[in-house]
């Protein structure tokens, strides 16, 4: 764990040695977009766009980082995103990612797309979230949404932006396939990341058997290496704000949706009585070319009301998070840095990354002049074309 630390002084370092770690075909899953690119680099270069103007001569020795989210006190507005199949990518993944938020009190939000039991997983760390992706009828998403209240999880998060499958020929290129398809290709990955073969794949089997994917329905899905995948995994196109409403109706506890990108989705969830929303493209993994959320954040700030306004895609660095917090944004999910983290440094490897990103968020407001989030706003910004 040292060693990690001496080598990983910020978010983006986790990266290369996860490359190292992981099976090409995984890694290509997890670092990319869809056709281009495009939004994925998009993402990384648009806080680039915006300038911070510090105040000077501020008494910034006492920073608050604290946020409230859904009555929960959290110790910094940064947290963990939904990434599907992490429980691949290191060992015992989501429950790995929900342990060290809770230790560390920074959001967690478990994927619909996982490979644990999301029960297990809220047991570990009662403040988490879960992300849904909507099963095809109002029957399985009523048995879905019932199981998650069973499971006394706080907070539903509800993704929208996932009608039909992506183009994800960087996948296809690796030789990543849903479900994973045994091959001399994919033998030989394996044979050539030891570390990875013992640490997460064997180790998984001999604990846990097969993974499945547990928790797209109310019921057990389909294993990982299996051809009912994909059909799982599909279906959506037909899904409305109809069926939100029917959610908010029969779902008593706070409710996120996630994937906003525009002013007039915003609209509809404030009509319909979301609790919050989260301004995404999924990372750059779903259209490409859609535009990055830090850019329309603003405007969806100001026709959100009193919905808490959340952004994730391409936040790396503190600087990132401020800018975003300062545009109206209440906290901030990352993505892939944690899945790396995860994948090769276990618990201790996400404990490092967010104490990375959470010290460069106090001392970036420090150096900001800010003590407190409270007193962040756009008078601190400068957008440059």
């Known amino acids: 764990m040292r060693k990690l630390a001496n080598r990983c002084l910020s978010l983006n370092d986790f990266e290369k040695y996860a490359q190292k770690h992981l099976p090409r075909p995984l890694f290509a899953y997890v670092s990319g977009g869809v056709e281009d690119n495009l939004s994925r680099d998009h993402n990384l270069t648009s806080y680039a766009r915006y300038s911070l103007i510090p105040d000077n001569m501020v008494d910034v020795s006492q920073r608050n980082t604290e946020v409230t989210l859904f009555g929960h006190r959290y110790a910094a507005p940064v947290g963990i995103a939904p990434m599907g199949i992490s429980a691949i990518t290191g060992f015992e993944g989501d429950l790995t990612l929900a342990k060290a938020a809770a230790t560390k009190n920074i959001p967690f939000i478990m994927s619909g797309s996982s490979l644990m039991r999301l029960e297990e997983v809220a047991e570990a760390n009662p403040a988490m979230w879960f992300q849904a992706y909507l099963p ?37 290129r690796a030789g990543f396939a849903t479900p994973f398809r045994p091959s001399l290709r994919l033998a030989y990955e394996g044979l050539t990341h030891p ?3 013992t640490g997460t794949l064997i180790k998984t089997l001999l604990k846990r058997g097969m993974p499945w994917f547990e928790n797209n329905q ?36 706070a409710m996120v949706i996630k994937g906003i990108l525009s002013q007039r989705d915003a609209q509809r969830c404030k009509e319909i009585g979301i609790d919050g929303i989260v301004v995404s493209n999924h990372g750059g993994r779903q259209l490409d070319t859609s535009i990055a959320p830090i850019h329309v954040l603003p405007e969806i700030v100001a026709a959100a009301g009193e919905m808490t306004v959340m952004l994730d895609s391409g936040i790396r660095r503190g600087t990132d998070a401020i800018k975003a917090l300062a545009l109206g944004a209440e906290a901030c999910f990352i993505g892939r840095p944690f899945n790396y983290a995860c994948a090769v440094g276990g618990e201790q490897g996400v404990h490092l990354a967010i104490d990375l990103i959470t010290s460069e968020v106090s001392r970036d407001l420090g150096m900001l002049g800010v003590a ?11 957008f440059i074309q």
């Open 136 to 172: 095809k009828s109002y029957e399985e998403i009523d048995l879905l949404i019932d199981r998650v209240a069973r499971a006394r999880i706080p907070v539903l998060v509800v993704t929208v932006d996932t009608p039909v499958k992506a183009n994800r020929e960087n996948n296809v």
């Open 195 to 197: 570390r990875w073969l």
């Open 218 to 253: 109310a019921v057990r899905g389909a294993p990982l290496f299996s051809k009912h995948a994909v059909r799982d995994f599909s279906g959506r196109s037909h899904l409305t704000w109809e069926h939100i409403q029917h959610i908010r109706r029969r779902w008593s506890g």
């Open 372 to 382: 407190s989030l409270a007193h962040l706003d756009s008078r601190h910004l400068r």
